[in-house]
């Protein structure tokens, strides 16, 4: 049972560009929504995060946007870089310590 | 300050082996999961350990077992290993109290079997 989709496999964006990406969610009792980064060989990096009781937060460049009523949150990177480029995975929880549900993730690539 | 730290980072098996996964939380943390990623799939949670007891699980067979140490490092164990448990093996941590902080994860295991 997949609660967190993303059904993006991939992206390209230009450099300076607006990367969007997207993720809906089917468990109304998530209460936390996360982004992580990974590059291969790495592990997931966290990016950013949005409690359910927020409908936007921003870091910098990134910027997580929530709409509970419709169950679908994006990620806004602006503008984007070619450091960028990595698989972003969307998460959610239902409590404070427990398991992450992510979804399968979008390949972004920025070109020059 | 060390982050999240995974041992081997490569492995080769062959099937009804057993394998025994290690890792390092980051320094004050001390609640440890185990994630199961497949190719091209996001990680699949396989269960949480804090005070040294499993306190969550996912849905992972019986051969899937852990183990969490006094000084909060964990070891994820497999028996009778398939072909289907080749997989990045990513272990993630975090603090249990201090509100709900993200987890922090590791670079992984990457296990095959043969």
């Known amino acids: 049972d997949q609660q967190v989709k993303q059904n993006s496999p991939s992206l390209s964006v230009q450099e300076g560009r607006i990367s969007i990406l997207n993720c809906d969610y089917t468990n109304s009792m998530f209460d936390y929504f996360l982004w992580y980064k990974k590059y291969p060989a790495e592990g997931p990096t966290f990016l950013i995060s949005?409690?359910?009781?927020?409908d936007k937060n921003e870091d910098g460049r990134f910027t997580v946007f929530l709409n509970k009523s419709a169950k679908h949150l994006s990620l806004h990177i602006v503008p984007s870089q070619p450091g960028d480029s990595a698989v972003y995975f969307c998460a959610a929880r239902t409590d404070s310590w427990g398991k992450l549900q992510f979804g399968a993730g979008t390949q972004v690539v920025v070109t020059p | 300050d060390a982050g999240v730290t995974q041992s081997p980072t490569h492995l080769i098996k062959t099937r009804g082996q057993q394998v025994t996964l290690r890792c390092s939380p980051k320094s004050g943390h001390d609640t440890v999961s185990w994630y199961q990623q497949a190719l091209g799939q996001g990680p699949q949670f396989i269960f949480q350990y804090y005070e040294e007891e499993e306190r969550q699980r996912g849905n992972f067979p019986d051969r899937f077992s852990g183990h969490q140490f006094p000084n909060y490092s964990s070891e994820l164990n497999v028996n009778a290993l398939l072909l289907g448990d080749s997989a990045l093996y990513l272990c993630?941590?975090?603090?249990?109290?201090?509100?709900?902080?993200?987890?922090?994860f590791g670079d992984g295991t990457r296990l095959s079997i043969l």
């Open positions: 949005i409690s359910s009781i927020k």
């Open positions: 993630a941590s975090s603090p249990r109290t201090g509100g709900g902080q993200p987890q922090h």
